[in-house]
């Protein structure tokens, strides 16, 4: 599967909303830096910060075991599959944030913000 990525910190520095269809779109067409968009893939066995490691990225985590939320990402394309989470609530797992310490791709395209940690509803989660 391959993954597209977006450095949530990107969406403050330029007034994006989370909920914007158009992000993606946005964020291929203003230049970002390789570590804040772009794309790798994931392969079988590997989680999605797993992958992220593997492929050269400095994804946040802190427990690796789904007990924070520190690897929290919002998935706005694609679906994940997601094993043993302690931390997020259905609320927060219907409004598409996994974490991606313990998910894995379950559609070959996904699109994914990282490093939603500080948003209301994770910040309090992290250790
Ligand atoms: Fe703690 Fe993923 S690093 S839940």
Same mark, same amino acid.
């Given at each position: 599967?391959?993954?597209?990525? $977006?450095?949530?910190?990107?969406?403050?520095?330029?007034?994006?909303?989370?909920?914007?269809?158009?992000?993606?779109?946005?964020?291929?067409?203003?230049?970002?830096? @390789?570590?804040?968009?772009?794309?790798?893939?994931?392969?079988?066995?590997?989680?999605?910060?797993?992958?992220?490691?593997?492929?050269?990225?400095?994804? @946040?985590?802190?427990?690796?075991?789904?007990?924070?939320?520190?690897?929290? !990402?919002?998935?706005?394309?694609?679906?994940?599959?997601?094993? *043993?989470?302690?931390?997020?609530? *259905?609320?927060?797992?219907?409004?598409?944030?996994?974490?991606?310490?313990?998910?894995? @791709?379950?559609?070959?395209?996904?699109? !994914?913000?990282?490093?939603?940690?500080? $948003?209301?509803?994770?910040?309090?989660?992290? $250790?």
């Amino acid at each position: 599967p391959e993954v597209e990525f $977006l450095n949530y910190e990107i969406l403050d520095d330029y007034g994006w909303e989370i909920d914007d269809d158009d992000l993606f779109r946005k964020a291929a067409a203003v230049g970002l830096d @390789p570590e804040d968009y772009g794309r790798f893939q994931v392969e079988s066995n590997e989680s999605l910060l797993e992958a992220a490691e593997n492929r050269g990225f400095e994804w @946040p985590f802190a427990c690796r075991g789904g007990a924070c939320a520190n690897c929290a !990402v919002a998935v706005v394309g694609g679906e994940t599959e997601m094993f *043993s989470n302690h931390v997020l609530s *259905s609320e927060m797992t219907d409004r598409g944030f996994r974490l991606s310490c313990i998910c894995e @791709p379950a559609t070959d395209d996904m699109q !994914v913000i990282y490093n939603v940690k500080h $948003l209301p509803g994770l910040d309090e989660l992290r $250790l």
